[in-house]
């Protein structure tokens, strides 16, 4: 079976629209679904591409390059906490 697993956000952001936050959470999911990620990595990348979202106006415009998603989930693995 399976089982709800908490996934720490990376970073907490003020949120100024929520328009696209969905859509790029489901974003960084696929994209590591396609990668082969554990599910875990999958929801954290979803996370930070959601988090650009929020923390900006608009629908993609504040979405991260992938280069950007990959430093900050790296920064975030090493960061203990």
């Not at 629908?59 to 693995?77: I, Q, Y």
Request: glycine share 14%; charged share 20%.
């Amino acid at each position: 079976g399976s089982a709800l697993v908490p996934v720490q956000v990376p970073r907490v952001v003020r949120v100024f629209d929520e328009v696209g936050a969905g859509d790029g959470f489901a974003a960084g999911f696929a994209y590591g679904l396609l990668r082969s990620w554990r599910p875990r990595a999958c929801a954290g990348a979803g996370n930070v591409i959601a988090a650009a979202a929020l923390a900006g106006t608009g629908d993609w415009e504040t979405f991260p390059r992938l280069d950007e998603v990959r430093d900050e989930l790296e920064h975030a693995a090493a960061t203990p906490g």
